[in-house]
């Protein structure tokens, strides 16, 4: 009797659990970024928890030395402005300064004309966190974003 009991409720969990916490509700996104140095996509809404998935296609034409793109997602209360400051100061890193790394929820490579990169990562907890590219003014040309957690 107490096997059935302990099954019945297992399974009544399951069913009961709301679709933003399953592990198959992954959140896919795709953003195009281009020569305007803009992303198509400005806004990304998630659930605490939940996988996301960006996949970031450079669709400009532009050479990659000119204007290339990139898709990083900082931490909450993250200072964009020293961070693109400080990404200014590393071209061989990608435009990623290395002592900042620990603001880095997750970032996808620097792409070049008809290049793409997709990353993974699970929303945070609850709250704004501001998505930026790191190409030297990219941000102050408006290449940002939010990704919003509820």
């Known amino acids: 009797m107490n096997r059935i009991a302990a099954i019945t409720c297992l399974v009544l969990l399951i069913v009961s659990v709301p679709p933003a916490l399953r592990a198959d509700d992954e959140k ?3 953003i195009k970024a281009n ?3 803009k992303y198509d996509v ?7 928890g939940q996988k996301v998935t960006v996949t970031l296609i450079n669709v400009g034409e532009l050479p990659k030395i000119a204007i290339a793109h990139n898709f990083v997602l900082l931490k909450a209360g993250t200072d964009v402005a020293a961070f693109v400051k400080a990404a200014a100061t590393h071209e061989a890193e990608g435009y990623m300064p290395p002592e900042l790394a620990g603001e880095v929820i997750a970032a996808s490579k620097m792409l070049g004309p008809g290049e793409s990169d997709t990353i993974s990562f699970v929303a945070p907890a609850a709250g ?22 509820k």
């Open 128 to 149: 704004t966190y501001d998505y930026i590219c790191t190409f030297p003014d990219h941000v102050h040309a408006g290449m940002r974003g939010t990704l919003n957690v």
């Open 42 to 48: 400005t806004r990304i809404d998630a659930t605490a």
């Open 35 to 37: 020569d305007d140095m």
């Open 28 to 30: 896919k996104v795709q």
